[in-house]
């Protein structure tokens, strides 16, 4: 067995005959199943098998905290979920989240895409540095911001240069001197996600401005184009596919990373008013009744919505890809 | 507009117009820019930067209104973050502070609010789970991860797209709707609030990252590498071993690290399924702000010092942060 480099090299060259090996036993198709199926297996004994059974349990009444078997209850739960408007607005507040925070992170990050398109000396760095909100425990990050948003000895009501004290702001709690202010409180929170997370969908879609070839802004300048048609028929085309990419990738963790920076600052409160739908599931399968059965169909619904959008996402990830 | 696509601008160009010159104003604006992009990283770090102040703030300067930037610094936080502490009255407080130059920095900020530690808190033991469970589910992941995305990068497989697909999409769903079955589950196999149950939760969430990370580095190493092994009398294992693994060094050294940031950071699955023996961090930063009496300055250290590793892998992984968090389709 002759290993070292020069060896190879040698025999790569002159494409000596390969020698026959008698003791090469494992043919390529018994390595590779060998190497996948570790893999699946474990997939499908804690992923697959774990959705079967919550399968079965959201067509049942069962409890995880009652020591009795399973009632068959056939489509109860999801026509009871169905009826019921809290689920709505579970919904509702999900969605508001999704589309007040993507919106704003498309638009921020593509402004700071534009800003640091061009190399300036110690751009690495400061690129990096905005990265690192995105790299934090959301939870963690929910529960220091929780202390930059208190009423009174915050930072946050300091720098808007809040001195009323007797009835300062208090964005947690949606109350705005003093009067309920309904919406506040998810406002407080969309705040946060878009600061965690501008700086990813700036750095997406900078990516896709480094991939536009300089020939067609070359050609537009020749052609006396206005910097507005640039952007408008080159820019925006072709950073387009990103920018999708970009709003599926954060609506799918909306369902899942909302969770945590909800948790973190509000726990869903004030009155629900912050209670996005994976905190409304947490909730019911959890805590108070835990009901197991029940919310195993609220989660269903929610999993076949944010299989749908995967689905979608990662087909434009390997368009991208491939484009 | 549509005639000016056609036909060109429709009038003499009587003019050059030169790229290759920078005018003032294209400079005055490049440095605009670059100041612009400052002052927003400035902004972006201002809570991390708070964060890290309050750590090190007193009772009462934390509570201080307006919020206090100078101030004298203080480990209090950390001493109430990593200690148990009662406390001392009397004739033993009196000792104490009789005694209070030969103890250590600690001890003394205890006796200085009236306390005595009585030994190592919660948190360091939460910590502990934390490095247990990461370090364990991320070395399961990774080589699990290796083995799979070698096969689906070099060999011929049958329905591959589908079977990536199926490994990502286990990803894509919320915590909260995995784990209620996940749960029910563990309870029955004795696996609830265990070690080993959560580094099994996080190896199956982590796979998706690693499988499809992984897949990507060795797309990239030309597979002509391996070929000439093979030729050379090499076992596929053999070059997969001798040529593959030093050429996706540092590929698997960037997945290692994302894989160990996820465990880290995740909270939903460690709130769901643990309680005590094998808690972790985040839900126990979480649940300190339950308990009466919000002692803020120890929430931040206890972030603080929850934060640094993060901050100091994501300066050593800059270049392939992106890569990481779309699952290797864009490369910076």
Same mark, same amino acid.
């Given at each position: 067995?002759?290993?070292?480099?020069?060896?190879?090299?040698?025999?790569?060259?002159?494409?000596?005959?390969?020698?026959?090996?008698?003791?090469?036993?494992?043919?390529?198709?018994?390595?590779?199943?060998?190497?996948?199926?570790?893999?699946?297996?474990?997939?499908?004994?804690?992923?697959?098998?774990?959705?079967?059974?919550?399968?079965?349990?959201?067509?049942?009444?069962?409890?995880?905290?009652?020591?009795?078997?399973?009632?068959?209850?056939?489509?109860?739960?999801?026509?009871?979920?169905?009826?019921?408007?809290?689920?709505?607005?579970?919904?509702?507040?999900?969605?508001?989240?999704?589309?007040?925070?993507?919106?704003?992170?498309?638009?921020?990050?593509?402004?700071?895409?534009?800003?640091?398109?061009?190399?300036?000396?110690?751009?690495?760095?400061?690129?990096?540095?905005?990265?690192?909100?995105?790299?934090?425990?959301?939870?963690?990050?929910?529960?220091?911001?929780?202390?930059?948003?208190?009423?009174?000895?915050?930072?946050?009501?300091?720098?808007?240069?809040?001195?009323?004290?007797?009835?300062?702001?208090?964005?947690?709690?949606?109350?705005?001197?003093?009067?309920?202010?309904?919406?506040?409180?998810?406002?407080?929170?969309?705040?946060?996600?878009?600061?965690?997370?501008?700086?990813?969908?700036?750095?997406?879609?900078?990516?896709?401005?480094?991939?536009?070839?300089?020939?067609?802004?070359?050609?537009?300048?020749?052609?006396?184009?206005?910097?507005?048609?640039?952007?408008?028929?080159?820019?925006?085309?072709?950073?387009?596919?990103?920018?999708?990419?970009?709003?599926?990738?954060?609506?799918?963790?909306?369902?899942?990373?909302?969770?945590?920076?909800?948790?973190?600052?509000?726990?869903?409160?004030?009155?629900?008013?912050?209670?996005?739908?994976?905190?409304?599931?947490?909730?019911?399968?959890?805590?108070?009744?835990?009901?197991?059965?029940?919310?195993?169909?609220?989660?269903?619904?929610?999993?076949?919505?944010?299989?749908?959008?995967?689905?979608?996402?990662?087909?434009?990830?390997?368009?991208?890809?491939?484009? | 507009?549509?005639?000016?696509?056609?036909?060109?601008?429709?009038?003499?160009?009587?003019?050059?117009?030169?790229?290759?010159?920078?005018?003032?104003?294209?400079?005055?604006?490049?440095?605009?820019?670059?100041?612009?992009?400052?002052?927003?990283?400035?902004?972006?770090?201002?809570?991390?930067?708070?964060?890290?102040?309050?750590?090190?703030?007193?009772?009462?300067?934390?509570?201080?209104?307006?919020?206090?930037?100078?101030?004298?610094?203080?480990?209090?936080?950390?001493?109430?973050?990593?200690?148990?502490?009662?406390?001392?009255?009397?004739?033993?407080?009196?000792?104490?502070?009789?005694?209070?130059?030969?103890?250590?920095?600690?001890?003394?900020?205890?006796?200085?609010?009236?306390?005595?530690?009585?030994?190592?808190?919660?948190?360091?033991?939460?910590?502990?789970?934390?490095?247990?469970?990461?370090?364990?589910?991320?070395?399961?992941?990774?080589?699990?991860?290796?083995?799979?995305?070698?096969?689906?990068?070099?060999?011929?497989?049958?329905?591959?797209?589908?079977?990536?697909?199926?490994?990502?999409?286990?990803?894509?769903?919320?915590?909260?709707?995995?784990?209620?079955?996940?749960?029910?589950?563990?309870?029955?196999?004795?696996?609830?609030?265990?070690?080993?149950?959560?580094?099994?939760?996080?190896?199956?969430?982590?796979?998706?990252?690693?499988?499809?990370?992984?897949?990507?580095?060795?797309?990239?190493?030309?597979?002509?590498?391996?070929? @000439?092994?093979?030729?050379?009398?090499?076992?596929?294992?053999?070059?997969?071993?001798?040529?593959?693994?030093?050429?996706?060094?540092?590929?698997? @050294?960037?997945?290692?690290?994302?894989?160990?940031?996820?465990?880290?950071?995740?909270?939903?699955?460690?709130?769901?399924?643990?309680?005590?023996?094998?808690?972790?961090?985040?839900?126990?930063?979480?649940?300190?702000?339950?308990?009466?009496?919000?002692?803020?300055?120890?929430?931040?250290?206890?972030?603080?010092?929850?934060?640094?590793?993060?901050?100091?892998?994501?300066?050593?992984?800059?270049?392939?942060?992106?890569?990481?968090?779309?699952?290797?389709?864009?490369?910076?």
């Amino acid at each position: 067995m002759s290993g070292s480099n020069a060896d190879l090299m040698d025999v790569a060259v002159t494409e000596s005959p390969a020698k026959p090996k008698q003791r090469r036993t494992l043919s390529d198709r018994t390595l590779a199943n060998l190497m996948i199926w570790p893999t699946l297996i474990i997939l499908i004994a804690f992923n697959v098998f774990p959705l079967f059974y919550s399968l079965f349990l959201s067509f049942t009444d069962y409890s995880a905290i009652a020591f009795r078997e399973p009632q068959w209850l056939g489509f109860e739960n999801f026509q009871r979920i169905l009826e019921s408007e809290a689920l709505w607005t579970s919904f509702s507040i999900t969605g508001r989240y999704v589309v007040l925070s993507v919106g704003l992170e498309l638009i921020l990050g593509f402004g700071l895409a534009l800003l640091i398109r061009e190399q300036f000396r110690g751009s690495g760095v400061i690129t990096t540095i905005i990265l690192v909100p995105m790299m934090l425990s959301p939870v963690v990050v929910g529960l220091f911001w929780k202390l930059i948003y208190n009423p009174t000895f915050g930072y946050f009501n300091y720098l808007l240069g809040v001195n009323n004290l007797a009835t300062p702001p208090d964005f947690l709690a949606s109350r705005w001197a003093g009067q309920p202010t309904p919406g506040l409180a998810l406002l407080a929170v969309v705040l946060v996600d878009v600061w965690m997370w501008t700086p990813f969908v700036a750095l997406l879609i900078y990516s896709g401005l480094r991939a536009i070839p300089d020939y067609l802004y070359e050609a537009a300048v020749i052609d006396r184009a206005s910097s507005w048609f640039q952007f408008r028929r080159i820019t925006l085309p072709q950073v387009a596919p990103l920018m999708l990419i970009a709003v599926l990738f954060r609506t799918i963790e909306a369902f899942s990373k909302s969770f945590d920076l909800t948790m973190g600052m509000t726990g869903g409160g004030p009155a629900g008013q912050t209670e996005v739908i994976a905190i409304r599931i947490y909730q019911q399968a959890f805590q108070g009744q835990l009901q197991t059965g029940r919310s195993s169909a609220l989660a269903y619904m929610v999993l076949i919505l944010v299989i749908a959008i995967s689905n979608l996402y990662i087909r434009n990830l390997n368009k991208a890809k491939e484009g | 507009m549509s005639n000016f696509e056609q036909n060109g601008p429709g009038f003499p160009v009587t003019e050059s117009i030169r790229v290759d010159k920078v005018s003032p104003r294209a400079r005055l604006s490049h440095a605009l820019r670059a100041i612009v992009v400052i002052i927003v990283a400035i902004i972006m770090l201002v809570p991390i930067f708070v964060m890290g102040l309050t750590a090190f703030k007193s009772r009462s300067d934390v509570v201080a209104i307006p919020p206090k930037i100078i101030f004298e610094p203080t480990l209090e936080g950390f001493v109430f973050l990593l200690t148990n502490r009662s406390q001392l009255r009397g004739e033993a407080l009196e000792e104490a502070k009789a005694n209070i130059d030969n103890v250590g920095i600690f001890e003394r900020i205890a006796i200085t609010n009236g306390q005595s530690i009585t030994g190592p808190s919660d948190f360091i033991k939460r910590l502990g789970n934390s490095v247990i469970i990461a370090f364990g589910a991320t070395a399961a992941s990774v080589v699990l991860g290796l083995l799979a995305a070698y096969a689906f990068s070099r060999f011929d497989i049958p329905g591959k797209d589908d079977l990536m697909f199926f490994i990502l999409s286990g990803r894509m769903l919320p915590a909260v709707v995995v784990t209620i079955p996940i749960f029910l589950m563990y309870r029955q196999l004795g696996l609830y609030d265990t070690h080993l149950g959560m580094i099994i939760v996080y190896t199956v969430f982590n796979l998706s990252l690693t499988v499809w990370l992984l897949k990507g580095f060795i797309d990239e190493i030309p597979v002509e590498y391996e070929e @000439a092994a093979l030729v050379d009398g090499y076992s596929r294992f053999q070059a997969f071993t001798k040529i593959v693994l030093p050429q996706a060094a540092t590929g698997i @050294a960037a997945t290692t690290v994302f894989s160990l940031i996820f465990v880290w950071n995740e909270y939903a699955f460690a709130l769901m399924l643990t309680s005590e023996t094998a808690r972790t961090a985040p839900p126990a930063i979480a649940t300190m702000l339950g308990r009466g009496g919000i002692e803020w300055s120890a929430i931040a250290a206890g972030t603080l010092a929850f934060l640094i590793p993060v901050l100091i892998v994501i300066f050593a992984l800059r270049r392939h942060l992106l890569r990481g968090v779309t699952f290797g389709a864009i490369r910076q």
